[in-house]
């Protein structure tokens, strides 16, 4: 079992670019939520997915959007880059029935230059 | 809306000495409650989760928590800290129909030879 898998690991963007984020779930796992962990602070909740459709969302701009595929994968998209997008991005994976526990990605770090 | 507060930003104990990291909730429903574990430049690994059942729960790598309702609190220990101990840990709390994690601001911990 590959677990849940992040890419890429790392990269740079310029202030404005626009930047996508891929996840791939845990086998078995059909929920994909996205966290954003800045330097010294704990992940916050972005969004989250399941069926395609983004289920909750946190208190984060319209910049930030994502997607699901019908094989569970995901993508996180940010537009219009900012430095304080700078941070460590995670993905996390669960399963929607019977949810106990969700499962983590090595994450994608992105500096925003 | 939860809340998670994590008392003490650092952590410094001997090896061999008792590690103690304190969590506090907030919550209007019966939560589920979580403590991660995270090295350098990586993700999110599960140490230990309570769902329901018995309140005292144990983890991987000889963690163990106890989720005590009367004060909100969800503590992690260890009798005898080794060095690869160190690192960051993060308590989690979600409800149990809501798969979105509220993490707290993160404990880091340093093993002193």
């Known amino acids: 079992d590959a677990g849940v898998t992040q890419s890429p690991t790392h990269l740079i963007k310029t202030r404005g670019q626009q930047v996508t984020l891929r996840c791939s779930p845990k086998s078995g796992h059909d929920t994909v939520s996205w966290y954003q962990q800045a330097l010294g602070q704990g992940p916050q909740f972005i969004f989250q997915?399941?069926?395609?459709?983004?289920?909750q969302r946190g208190n984060f701009p319209d910049r930030f959007s994502g997607h699901q595929f019908p094989n569970y994968s995901s993508e996180l998209n940010v537009n219009a880059l900012l430095l304080g997008d700078s941070a460590l991005y995670l993905c996390a994976s669960s399963s929607y029935r019977g949810y106990t526990e969700a499962f983590f990605g090595q994450g994608t770090r992105l500096t925003v230059v | 809306a939860q809340s998670v507060t994590q008392l003490g930003s650092h952590v410094s104990v001997s090896e061999g000495a008792l590690v103690l990291l304190r969590c506090n909730y907030s919550?209007?429903?019966?939560?589920?409650l979580f403590w991660y574990v995270q090295y350098p430049n990586q993700g999110l690994q599960l140490l230990l989760k309570?769902?329901?059942?018995?309140?005292l729960v144990k983890g991987i790598n000889g963690f163990e928590a106890e989720f005590k309702k009367s004060e909100t609190s969800f503590h992690l220990t260890k009798p005898s800290a080794h060095m690869s101990d160190a690192a960051e840990y993060f308590c989690?709390?979600?409800?149990?129909?809501?798969?979105?994690?509220?993490f707290g601001a993160g404990t880091t911990v340093t093993v002193r030879a």
């Open positions: 989690a709390v979600s409800d149990k129909d809501d798969y979105k994690l509220s």
């Open positions: 919550s209007s429903v019966p939560p589920y």
């Open positions: 997915y399941y069926e395609e459709e983004e289920r």
């Open positions: 309570y769902t329901t059942g018995a309140t």
